[in-house]
Structures are given as C-alpha cells and as structure tokens.
C-alpha cells in the first residue's frame, strides 16, 4: 500500500473520532456559555472594570450570588470559578472576599491547570493579599511558562514579577524575564512602562535590540541610562 | 461561539486593565511600607504599586514612602506615618477633581497636582483635627498626638483648628497643640519649638527631598501610568528646598 493511500485511510478512521470530539466540545461549550449569569458576571466586570472607584456593592452582590449559584449547579465548569475569583478580587476592599478569589482560581486551576490567565489572576490575588511566597512565585512561574505569547499574562507577570524582583528565585527570574522579553518583542513601550514603574527599566531594555516594531525615540531615550544600551 | 470569544474578551480585559484610573502610584519605597484596603490585610508596598482612595498607608520606623497621584500630585510620608487616601477623583480630560488626604499620624509633605493648581478648593489634608486648605502648591504636615505642625514651602494655606481658620503663606508655619492653642510664625522659628517626636518627623521629610524631586519629574499620563516622556521639575519642587527649609515670614 503506497504512503498516500495510507495516510487517506488513517484520516477515515480519525475524522469522525475528531468531529465527533469537536462536536461534543462545541455542545458543552455552548451549554456552559449559555448559562446568563456567566455572560452577565463578564459584562458586569468589564463595565467596573472601565469605571474608577470599586464597583457599586448591590451591583456586585448580586452577581456574586448568581455566580455562586451556577457554581453549585455546575461545579466543573472552570469559567464559572474563573469568573467568580475575578469578581471576588474586584473587592479588594473586604479580606473575606479576597481570600475567596484565591480559593476561585485554585479551583479553576484544579479543573483547568493549563490556563496560563488563570496562573496569572492566582499571582495577582496572592499578590494584593500580601502573600508573595512560595505559591505566588508557583502561580507566577506557571503562568509564564503557559502563556509566554499572552499579553495579559505578560503583563501580569511582568509587573508583579518585577515588583517582587530581588526575592524570586533564579528560577521564577528566569521564566519571568522570558516572558517580558516576549512581551518587549510585542510591544516594547508597554513592558518598558511597566518596568519603569517598578524601577526595573534594565530588565525590560536589554531586551530592546529584539523588538520588533520600530522603537519610539521617547521609549529608547529611556533606556539610555541603562546598562542595556550603553 | 461568539459568547465564548466574549468571555475571552471580558477576562483579557481584566488583566489590560491591571493599571487602574484614579489612583496614585508609589514612586519610592524605603524599609517597611504597608497598605491596607478597607478591612482587607496589609501588604508590603512596593515601587510601581498603586494605591486608590479608602486605602491607607503606613510606615514602620526608618521608613518612606513617596506617591505620584494621577493629576500630578505628591504626597511623601516619613517614618511612623499613617496617612488615609480619604478622597481622591480625577478626570482626566477636565482636569478637575477632588483630594482629601488625611494624616493620623506621622509626617507627610504634599505638593499640588493639576487638581490644585486648577481648583485649590478641592485639595484638603487633614491632621488630628486640624484641616489644611491649600492655596498653593508645597505644604509639610506633621502630627503626633494631636499636636499638628505645619510649614508652607510655596504659596499659601488655610489652617481649620478648633474652630478658628488661620491663612499661612509660604515662608511662615504653625504648630497647634492638643490643648486648643495655636502659634504661627517663621517657619524656623515653629520648628525650633517643637516635640522631639514632630521634630523628627519633620526632619524625615527632609530627607525624601531627592525622591520627591524624581517623582516630580515623572509626569502622569492621566490614567495612572507614568507618562514615559522625562519633563522637568514641576511647581515648588527644586533640587535644594525641603517641605520645611522656607526662611522668612
């Protein structure tokens, strides 16, 4: 039997196993997605997210509850307690829901270990919550070895990273400079903002020379300082 | 599908909006620095952190803190501080907006933003029960006890305490005490008489002079970013005077 007809006979065998996977994946995606309290938490946080000061608490009590209440109807849909450690975090003025954030997104995680966004909104909460220990560094190192190409993870990582800088380890250094030379490489004045922030501009411009868009002068004008470019 | 790429959507959101509107960023840090949120726990505060109205800031013995808000403004506080972002709102494209900062104790020296320079009436800072207007741009405040001083670098202030308003132009303090009493004059002359404990406060402002000189030059995008173009050193800030180092009356 030649090579190609071989190959034509593999593909029989495996397209319907395939279509049969994508379509059970699409019904299950559609089914969870369709769920309102999901698509109303998401509006919800991206509406607070534009506006100053800390969402109005009837507003975000009430998607809490909703949220709450599909979790328990569906406990393995790992959007749902992605959603919910979001919301949670959003209230960073209340210590009980801050710590529920954390337990959100260690569940999301348990369900979905491989979202490199979902490390990276652990490290954020475990962050605000002044805890940069052992699992924030995990989280941490997790999500920029998950999603190197993802620029919210490159932010995430970036800026906490950076701010806990001199206690990572050689290890978490490493994978978190990885990530903010991607991230240079995307969008250089970005992770420079970010560096420049936390006071790490060296980090972020000795991974200038791979940028690929055309450096702004008032972004190489910053790292001329730096050892980088001397 | 659709409902899915705007889930996606919503939660990339999140994360792009990790830099917040309305807030005030920490441009220096020194020794132990914490900040609490509402009831929330206290975290370490690091350079690059920022920090929004309700939150409140403190600094353990031999430590400093220095904020770039939004619209320009600096607030530095000194060693054993404790100071609560009680108001602070910002727009951006009108440049108005409100700040109230308030001292619990400690050291703290405040320089106008774009908010006070456009509306010194919206610009307060309060100390024990004192209130401070400004009318200008560069103010030193230290409390402890409910004893209050302070001295004005540039421009003017009104000072509420106990229920009388006094005016201190720049060059000029005043120290008040826990008894209801007040004195003003010369700025060296109010500080040549005060507590160890507010001496010492005072002096640690004077120390953050260069850090507050690179916050100054950091200018603000309007958004909470530091804006990546250098400028030059705004209103009331030069590289040899201190909050408290004005001479004359």
């Known amino acids: 039997m030649r090579p190609t007809e071989l190959r034509g006979r593999r593909w029989l065998l495996a397209a319907p196993i395939l279509a049969l996977l994508f379509g059970s994946s699409f019904l299950a995606a559609r089914n969870l997605l369709a769920d309102p309290p999901l698509l109303r938490a998401a509006g919800a946080l991206a509406a607070w997210n534009a506006a100053p000061g800390r969402p109005p608490l009837a507003a975000w009590s009430e998607v809490h509850a909703a949220l709450l209440r599909s979790a328990e109807r569906l406990p393995s849909n790992p959007i749902t307690h992605e959603l919910l450690g979001l919301v949670s975090l959003s209230r960073a003025d209340d210590a009980r829901h801050m710590r529920e954030s954390v337990g959100h997104f260690q569940a999301a995680l348990r369900l979905r270990p491989h979202s490199a966004h979902t490390w990276a909104a652990l490290a954020q909460a475990q962050y605000l919550l002044g805890d940069t220990g052992a699992a924030f560094e995990l989280a941490l190192v997790r999500a920029a070895k998950l999603g190197p190409a993802e620029p919210g993870v490159q932010r995430v990582a970036a800026d906490y990273g950076l701010a806990t800088w001199q206690h990572l380890s050689a290890e978490a250094r490493a994978a978190v400079e990885r990530l903010i030379a991607a991230g240079v490489r995307r969008d250089p004045a970005e992770m420079l903002q970010i560096a420049h922030r936390r006071g790490r501009l060296g980090v972020a411009c000795r991974h200038l020379r791979g940028a690929s868009r055309p450096l702004d002068s008032k972004v190489s004008q910053l790292c001329q300082g730096t050892e980088a470019l001397r | ?249």
């Open chain 2, 1 to 249: 599908m659709n409902k899915a790429s705007a889930l996606i959507a919503v939660i990339a959101l999140f994360f792009a909006g990790l830099v917040w509107a309305n807030t005030a960023v920490v441009t220096a840090a020194s020794g132990t620095a914490s900040v609490q949120t509402g009831n929330g726990p206290a975290r370490t505060l690091r350079v690059g952190d920022q920090v929004r109205q309700g939150d409140t800031l403190f600094t353990a013995r031999a430590s400093s803190v220095v904020l770039k808000f939004d619209d320009g403004q600096i607030a530095a506080l000194t060693a054993n501080s404790r100071m609560t972002i009680t108001a602070y709102r910002y727009e951006p494209s009108s440049g108005s907006g409100s700040v109230l900062l308030s001292l619990v104790t400690g050291g703290m020296r405040a320089i106008t933003g774009l908010i006070g320079r456009r509306s010194p009436e919206n610009v307060a800072y309060r100390a024990a029960t004192a209130t401070i207007g400004i009318r200008g741009t560069d103010v030193t405040i230290a409390t402890d006890g409910g004893n209050v001083v302070v001295t004005v670098t540039e421009g003017a202030v009104s000072f509420t305490f106990n229920g009388r308003t006094i005016e201190i132009q720049a060059g000029e303090g005043v120290n008040a005490r826990l008894d209801g009493t007040f004195q003003r004059g010369a700025a060296d002359e109010i500080l040549a008489r005060i507590s160890p404990e507010l001496a010492s406060a005072i002096g640690g402002i004077r120390g953050l002079d260069n850090a507050i000189r690179d916050a100054a030059t950091l200018t603000s995008a309007g958004d909470g970013r530091a804006n990546l173009t250098p400028s030059g050193p705004t209103n009331g800030v030069s590289s040899g005077g201190g909050g408290t180092t004005a001479s004359g009356s």
